[in-house]
């Protein structure tokens, strides 16, 4: 009886000392985790989404003016990231092959920033903004922000896997799911690099994709990467194979005079003839000839082309008399060929243009939750 009495109380006191035990290291491990930065962006100097994308237009409209023969021209780069940021037309802004409408994206980054789900990594914004500057890419529309890895590396996402999300960049580690139309969708991790893969539901950590069952690097189609059609270059450039090669290298377009052998290799606005790139398709004067076919006004010197084939100063005041755009906040009514003030959300629209959301549905202004995305082959 004894025995069994002194068993318990050494059991009893046995237990104490365990969970003493237990608390302590538990304490200790968290000491030691707060010590060790859980928070990985402690220290990090941010900018806010505004911020970076009034810097990243800025620069990118710089470098493209860089280009002889391209849109962008010293005369007109000073328009050009308002002009970009107003464009209420889908294109790939952010991702090759995904056309988004800028102003939609922006917003919802914003909004994202502003509720503390993204930062932005101001010492990455750096490193991203020097190689923009090394483009020259003749058209700034031509550029997809976040195919240039260093670009996508500054936007850190806060939301952890398996919580609800409404863009990639908010989540950590990852992208988000938003397969079948769900909205909110939620956070998935990257595969990392070699990791086994299927393409039609995962997604590789940036500068990888998922091929042949596993994350393979890619390169990002930038002058001197290697190529075998200009699909694998970036929108700006071609690829130049020398006969008797497999393969080739992604190279910047020519300007006028330079010898070429086929249109692609020349600086847009302008054609390869008698085996020179010669000519310019953008007319950056009103009063200019055009037929939005073979001749354009340059919409980034606020031209467009009026139904009589003339290039004319985009108009910017209500009730002004429209082809197709006028400056914002206005739009070119289609029913009344006029310029009307953009409407805000919740106001009746008949066109997505007529939103300053650029989204109308079922005639009313609306602000998406998510962003549609249009894919293209």
Avoid at 123 to 138: D, F, G, S, T
Avoid at 180 to 194: F, H, I, T
Avoid at 283 to 300: I, K, L, M, P, V
Wanted: some cysteine; glycine content about 10%.
């Amino acid at each position: 009886m004894k025995k069994t009495m002194m068993m318990n109380c050494m059991m009893m006191g046995n237990n104490k000392m365990v969970r003493k035990l237990i608390t302590f290291f538990l304490f200790a491990s968290f000491l030691l985790i707060g010590s060790c930065g859980g928070d990985d962006n402690k220290g990090m100097e941010t900018l806010p989404v505004p911020g970076f994308f009034s810097e990243y237009l800025e620069t990118l409209c710089d470098a493209s003016a860089q280009c002889n023969g391209g849109f962008i021209t010293q005369a007109n780069a000073n328009y050009c990231p308002g002009i970009m940021s107003s464009l209420s037309s889908p294109y790939e802004f952010f991702h090759r092959k995904e056309l988004v409408i800028f102003n939609q994206k922006y917003e919802a980054l914003k909004r994202a920033g502003a509720n503390q789900q993204l930062l932005i990594d101001k010492k990455q914004v750096a490193v991203c903004l020097e190689i923009i500057k090394q483009l020259e890419p003749c058209n700034p529309l031509k550029v997809s922000l976040f195919d240039i890895v260093e670009c996508q590396k500054a936007f850190i996402g806060q939301t952890l896997p398996h919580n609800p999300c409404y863009q990639d960049e908010e989540c950590a580690g990852g992208w988000c799911d938003l397969n079948g139309g769900k909205c909110p969708g939620s956070c998935v991790l990257y595969r990392e690099a070699n990791q086994a893969c299927n393409d039609r539901i995962d997604k590789c950590e940036p500068g990888y994709a998922c091929r042949g069952s596993g994350c393979s690097k890619v390169t990002q189609g930038v002058a001197g990467d290697p190529c075998s059609s200009d699909e694998h270059c970036s929108d700006y450039l071609y690829c130049r194979i020398n006969e008797g090669d497999a393969a080739g290298l992604c190279l910047k377009k020519k300007e006028a005079g330079k010898v070429c052998v086929t249109s692609e290799e020349c600086v847009i606005g302008l054609e390869c003839v008698d085996n020179k790139c010669l000519g310019t398709l953008i007319e950056n004067s009103a009063g200019g000839q055009c037929d939005n076919t073979t001749r354009f006004c340059n919409y980034f010197s606020r031209l467009e082309c009026s139904p009589a084939g003339v290039c004319q100063p985009l108009p910017n005041g209500p009730n002004q008399l429209c082809s197709t755009v006028c400056e914002p906040p206005f739009y070119c009514s289609g029913s009344q060929k006029k310029c009307i003030y953009m409407s805000e959300g919740g106001q009746q629209c008949e066109a997505n243009e007529a939103c300053k959301s650029y989204l109308c549905s079922s005639g009313i202004c609306i602000v998406p939750d998510c962003v549609p995305v249009i894919v293209v082959d």
